[in-house]
């Protein structure tokens, strides 16, 4: 039942001026899309992340599904990704007539493994989809490389990775067409919403028509045409300017947001620390040239029999602690595309095994050291049993 765990998974919060500003939205008499907390929205996203053009979107979902058009995918098209995300990542290009090919991961970060990439490759290919996982980017470097080898183009799936970096890089920032989420779940949120961010220069236009319902209207509202019309297809894939008020309290505090979520996952690993050194759990790995973000704090446990017996440990105790993707190769639309279980054995393992801890901005020391004690305490529980 919602709401029984004295710790939730998730609690969504406002950390500063968000119901003022979401008053100041209502007071302007400016509440639909691309007003003027969607275009502070914009420019701070470009400015502190590096992106040459920011779009606001409703959600990720609509952020990918632009990328999908923007990339022109079609019918017979494939588009490679991995099987352990979010069914949007898959979505966005089947609706479009595109099949995904799943291509598994790798054990370490549980990101799409690099190392599959090209034989995966057919002459259908019109598309990589690195998906960063945690918040920990993919080995982006090799990615581009065979990308640009063989002619393809790059869509990165940050949902989870915005203030994540490679190398200095914001996630995102890195292909040709970047998208971040800011659904309740994330760093930053506004409930539901997204952004596309278009680092090739060439579809930066087109962006604004597709997702202005094929329209030149951002065109008209800045002066360039004398009135606007359907010029290319499109769709209304613009959030309200409530959306974008709660969302701009929220990037003004990103600072401090990054902080306490960096903090909570430090907090993790040094006190669980000595179960991965026993064998009993495996924790998050980042890699050199990776800073995370503090998205999301997981346990590996060696099956899934003792990763449920773990969630329902936690349970009991008051504490939600939940598993994450089901494999999209698994499920009934993949297995319309030929996928069956088995073919793809690290994605499989991980998410059979993986469980997600609490993880949020005003997840207190106490409550997190709560956590911390009753996953202790079922090893303890379990090694006492054994004896």
């Known amino acids: 039942m919602k709401g029984r765990h004295k710790i939730p998974f998730n609690h969504p919060s406002i950390v500063g001026r968000e119901l003022e500003y979401i008053e100041d939205a209502v007071r302007g008499g ?20 590096g992106a040459h053009k920011v779009l606001l979107t409703h959600s990720c979902t609509a952020a990918l599904e632009l990328a999908a058009l923007l990339c022109e995918v079609g019918e017979g098209d494939e588009v490679i990704m991995p099987s352990f995300t979010f069914v ?29 990439i090209e034989a995966a490759i057919t002459s259908r290919t019109r598309a990589v989809v690195p998906v960063h ?11 581009l490389e065979i990308a640009r080898r063989h002619g393809l183009r790059v869509i990165e799936d940050a949902a ?42 060439a579809l930066a236009g087109r962006a604004e028509i597709l997702r202005e319902k094929g329209t030149n209207r951002a065109r008209f509202f800045r002066g360039e045409v004398d009135k606007y019309t359907w010029v290319d297809i499109g769709s209304s894939y613009l959030p309200s300017e409530l959306v974008a008020a709660y969302l701009f309290a929220q990037l003004e505090r990103s600072e401090e947001i990054m902080r306490k979520r960096r903090g909570i996952f430090e907090t993790y690993r040094a006190e669980l620390e000595d179960l991965e050194l026993q064998g009993a759990v495996r924790l998050p790995v980042v890699p050199d040239r990776c800073e995370h973000n503090g998205h999301m704090f997981y346990l590996l446990l060696p099956t899934e029999q003792r990763r449920d017996e773990l969630i329902a ?42 469980l997600r801890l ?30």
């Open 88 to 116: 949007s990542t898959a979505n966005a290009f089947v609706l479009r007539g595109a099949r995904p090919v799943f291509v598994d991961i790798r054990p370490d970060t549980l990101n799409l493994d690099e190392a599959l």
């Open 133 to 143: 996982y945690a918040g920990v980017s993919c080995a982006m470097e090799p990615i």
């Open 358 to 387: 609490p993880c949020y901005f005003t997840l207190g020391e106490e409550q997190q050291m709560e956590v911390i004690v009753e996953v202790r305490r079922f090893f303890v529980q379990r090694a006492k049993a054994a004896v």
């Open 313 to 354: 440990h936690l349970d009991r105790a008051g504490i939600n602690a939940v598993f994450h993707y089901v494999p999209l190769h698994e499920s009934p639309m993949g297995s319309g595309f030929g996928y069956a279980p088995g073919d793809l054995p690290i994605t499989e393992s991980a998410s059979r095994r993986l």
């Open 30 to 49: 400016r509440l639909a899309g691309d007003g003027p907390f969607t275009q502070r929205c914009q420019k701070w996203l470009e400015e502190r992340c």
């Open 160 to 201: 989870q990775g915005l203030g994540s970096t490679f190398d200095g890089r914001s996630l995102g920032t890195l292909g040709d067409l970047g998208c971040w989420s800011f659904h309740e779940t994330k760093n930053f949120i506004s409930g539901e919403g997204g952004a596309l961010i278009v680092q090739d220069e």
